[in-house]
């Protein structure tokens, strides 16, 4: 039996010596001596090739797909997992947040019941302050009630997957990613287990842009009740506007001329409208763009080289 471990390089040189040392125990506890150990360099700009180049004298099974630049974590993930040629793939970060010994309980639990297509990490309490914790929670519940495939709530990239399902998921052709929907959709047996995950030394390279997009991303490629609620809610509008002009007639009829209206109303109900309108427009365009992107037929990422 052979396994491969899938990780992506940005910023990662700081975290490599410790993850190789960890991730080779793990895999020696599980006494697999068959492996390859795949890194996908996401255009990181540190010198995290050049150490796993010097490192691969020693470890063979180190292997590194050179993107041509920065893809995007997903997008990074995805070209490892074609490349992956085991009959189980271990999904993990390198930033050592989740430690790469969750490995030996990943591979207990998938050995112990022989149904198990996929184990998967998730996130009993999230770490960070208290904004983040917030806007986590909010995120997933979010994400379910627009989605029709339930997703559950603080998963992590950590995963052990068969063979099997890694290539169900990459039947998918999606070129707006998210991974964490995408691996549920596709079903198949699966089972999350409890990871405390540690502080991670240095800033994260998920900055609050990068989460913002990744959670625009994620509605919006995974969902179309975005578009649902703009119908509803023109509905909405519509149908309280005809009462309002209703309103405004029949007090015209019954008290003359003692409706009045003003600039500065006139003007606040323009801007609202105003508002509303770039709002759904703005809805609309999103998945027009991802559309757009999708019938373009381009690679989700170009590889510059690979070192085997």
């Not at 997009?213 to 005809?242: C, D, N, V």
Request: glycine share 6%.
């Amino acid at each position: 039996m052979k396994l491969s471990v899938v990780t992506t390089l940005y910023r990662s040189k700081g975290f490599l010596e410790v993850f190789l040392k960890e991730i080779i125990s793990a895999i020696k506890i599980i006494d697999i001596d068959d492996f390859e150990l795949i890194f996908v360099n996401d255009g990181s700009p540190d010198d995290s090739v050049k150490y796993l180049l010097e490192r691969k004298k020693d470890i063979s099974q180190i292997k590194i797909i050179d993107l041509s630049r920065n893809f995007g974590h997903h997008y990074a993930i995805q070209a490892g997992l074609n490349y992956a040629s085991g009959d189980y793939i271990f999904l993990i970060d390198n930033d050592l947040e989740s430690p790469p010994s969750v490995l030996v309980d990943f591979y207990n639990e998938i050995k112990k019941d022989a149904t198990l297509d996929v184990v998967y990490g998730f996130q009993e309490t999230r770490k960070g302050n208290f904004i983040e914790k917030k806007a986590g929670s909010i995120f997933w519940v979010l994400i379910n009630k627009l989605s029709d495939t339930k997703i559950p709530h603080n998963i992590l990239t950590e995963r052990l997957m068969t063979k099997q399902y890694v290539n169900e998921l990459l039947r998918l052709q999606d070129v707006n990613l998210f991974l964490g929907g995408m691996m549920h959709w596709i079903g198949f047996n699966q089972k999350g287990l409890a990871i405390k995950k540690g502080l991670r030394e240095g800033a994260s390279t998920y900055s609050v842009k990068k989460r913002a997009e990744l959670m625009l991303q994620a509605i919006t490629s995974f969902s179309g009740k975005p578009l649902e609620w703009l119908f509803y809610s023109g509905l909405i509008i519509s149908f309280f506007s005809i009462i309002f002009i209703c309103f405004l007639i029949t007090k015209k009829i019954i008290y003359q001329n003692t409706v009045e209206i003003g600039w500065t109303s006139i003007i606040a109900i323009n801007v609202l409208i105003l508002g509303i309108i770039s709002t759904f427009l703005g809805i609309i365009g999103i998945y027009i763009s991802k559309i757009f992107k999708q019938v373009q037929s381009r690679p989700n990422v170009i590889i510059k080289k690979i070192y085997e």
